[in-house]
Nanobody, 121 residues
Framework: QVQLVESGGGLVQPGGSLRLSCAAS????????MGWYRQAPGKQRELVAA???????TYADSVKGRFTISRDNAKNTVYLQMNSLKPEDTAVYYC???????????????WGQGTQVTVSS
C-alpha cells in the first residue's frame, strides 16, 4: 500500500507565505515525478508544479516566480513553498507521485487527500 500525506495548508493574508509538504510512504520501489495540483471551487484541477527525479521542473504560468517546488528523495517528500500569495491562489492543493511499488507492476499515479489553502484578508 502507498499513502501520500499532505500538511501545511491554512488561512493566510494576501502577500503572505505558506509551505506545503507531502510525504509518500509504503511499499515504494522508485518515484519518478512528484508534483502539486490545485482545484478551486467550480474549476477543474490544474497543475501547479511538477518535479521529476531528474530534470527540470515545470510551473504553471500563474505561479512562476512566486512558488518553488523541491524534493527530499531520501524522505520521499515533496514541498511547495508559496510566496506572495494572492486570493486567486485559494484552492484545495493535492500532491501526486508517479511511482512503482516494490511488488512490481507498472508506474501508477497516487494522490494525496488534499489540503485547503485560503488567501483572504
Amino acid at each position: 500500500q502507498v499513502q501520500l500525506v499532505e500538511s501545511g495548508g491554512g488561512l493566510v493574508q494576501p502577500g503572505g507565505s505558506l509551505r506545503l509538504s507531502c510525504a509518500a510512504s509504503g511499499s515504494i520501489f522508485s518515484i519518478n515525478i512528484m508534483g502539486w495540483y490545485r482545484q478551486a471551487p467550480g474549476k477543474q484541477r490544474e497543475l501547479v508544479a511538477a518535479m521529476p527525479s531528474g530534470g527540470s521542473t515545470t510551473y504553471a504560468d500563474s505561479v512562476k516566480g512566486r512558488f518553488t517546488i523541491s524534493r527530499d528523495n531520501a524522505k520521499n517528500t515533496v514541498y511547495l513553498q508559496m510566496n506572495s500569495l494572492k486570493p486567486e491562489d485559494t484552492a484545495v492543493y493535492y500532491c501526486n507521485a508517479d511511482l512503482i511499488q516494490r511488488n512490481g507492476g507498472p508506474q501508477f499515479r497516487y494522490w494525496g487527500q488534499g489540503t485547503q489553502v485560503t488567501v483572504s484578508s
